[in-house]
């Protein structure tokens, strides 16, 4: 066994997009407004993603086949796209996380309660 081996996917490698995140990405833009995507680049875990930001920060992500699909989709969708490697993620999507957490916070201490 090599020094690194455990460390490997034993799933065989990293998955790719399907027709299942296009079509996610579709009918997620459709059911929100104001969205913009964000292409963030492929890394050593994670293939190319698309994030897709609406007006108010909420957001969902999947894997895309590329810059290349990522941008056909955008055009196709009529919604900009930003390489968060050169703008990075709008405060907005920042704002809202910070928001969902205040509310998980307040719903388990109520839970508790």
Avoid: C
Avoid at 4 to 17: C, I, L, N, P
Wanted: hydrophobic share 35%.
């Amino acid at each position: 066994m090599g020094l690194f081996d455990r460390f490997r996917r034993r799933t065989g490698g990293v998955r790719g997009a399907n027709s299942a995140d296009a079509e996610h990405l579709i009918s997620w833009a459709e059911q929100h407004r104001g969205v913009e995507g964000y292409l963030e680049p492929r890394t050593t875990v994670t293939e190319t993603t698309l994030m897709l930001i609406a007006h108010d920060g909420e957001w969902t992500r999947r894997r895309v086949d590329g810059p290349a699909a990522a941008h056909r989709l955008t055009r196709k969708l009529g919604i900009p796209l930003y390489e968060v490697a050169k703008v990075g993620y709008p405060q907005r999507m920042r704002d809202y996380q910070a928001r969902q957490r205040i509310l998980r916070d307040r719903n388990r201490r109520a839970a508790d309660s």
